[in-house]
């Protein structure tokens, strides 16, 4: 699926799911990246919230998080930055989100991983227009559960979901403010690069 199709469906939708987004060689790539970061003991336990209101409670999400820097990269996130661009480039063309910017973070949820149901746009601040989430994970079985489940309304009012299998390569891109998700239980590490295409046009708010 092109970047330009992604957008397309994006825009149709609301929600995109690409199942080849990483081909086999750059998922290995960038699998072996996440896990010498990791092996070097670069990953901080994640949060919720933002500055005084950042709390770490386990009962809301128990996964660890290692913030990328576009200034140092390493030669597999060289790439990962090249297709994010283009991407960026794509959905600013098809949707017209004047989006100027990425922030993304490699995420490592624990055997018994989870995050409750919420909605990636902070209060007071939907700088976040569209997320990007992308998996990174090895032969990865429906057993092994830790899906990804996007809700919907439907015009009953009643909630509808997709649920996604975290399989390696595969992307997932949805409106940051409109779809609220959770991380279903996994059964086994589970790996990911999650990000924000984020809009100066959509910052502050009151």
């Given at each position: 699926m092109t970047c330009k199709t992604i957008a397309a469906n994006l825009g149709k939708t609301g929600l995109c799911i690409c199942p080849d987004f990483l081909s086999a060689n750059a998922?290995?790539?960038?699998?072996?990246?996440?896990?010498?970061?990791?092996?070097?003991?670069?990953?901080?336990?994640?949060?919720?919230?933002?500055?005084?209101?950042?709390?770490?409670?386990?009962?809301?999400?128990?996964?660890?998080?290692?913030?990328?820097?576009?200034?140092?990269?390493?030669?597999?996130?060289?790439?990962?930055?090249?297709?994010?661009?283009?991407?960026?480039?794509?959905?600013?063309?098809?949707?017209?989100?004047?989006?100027?910017?990425?922030?993304?973070?490699?995420?490592?949820?624990?055997?018994?991983?989870?995050?409750?149901?919420?909605?990636?746009?902070?209060?007071?601040?939907?700088?976040?227009?569209?997320?990007?989430?992308?998996?990174?994970n090895r032969a990865w079985k429906s057993e092994d559960g830790g899906r990804l489940r996007i809700y919907a309304t439907s015009t009953a009012g009643v909630d509808i979901h997709t649920d996604v299998d975290p399989i390696g390569g595969t992307l997932v891109c949805f409106m940051s403010g409109v779809s609220e998700h959770e991380v279903l239980l996994s059964h086994r590490p589970r790996f990911s690069l999650t990000g924000w295409f984020k809009s100066a046009g959509h910052g502050f708010i009151a």
């Open positions: 998922l290995t790539r960038t699998a072996n990246d996440l896990d010498v970061i990791r092996a070097d003991g670069q990953f901080r336990r994640a949060g919720v919230g933002r500055g005084q209101t950042h709390d770490g409670a386990k009962s809301v999400r128990n996964d660890e998080t290692y913030w990328l820097d576009r200034i140092h990269q390493t030669t597999a996130q060289q790439h990962l930055w090249r297709k994010i661009d283009l991407l960026k480039t794509a959905i600013n063309r098809a949707l017209f989100l004047g989006l100027n910017d990425f922030e993304g973070h490699y995420a490592a949820y624990p055997t018994q991983g989870h995050y409750q149901r919420h909605k990636d746009s902070l209060r007071g601040d939907s700088g976040r227009v569209v997320t990007f989430v992308l998996y990174l």
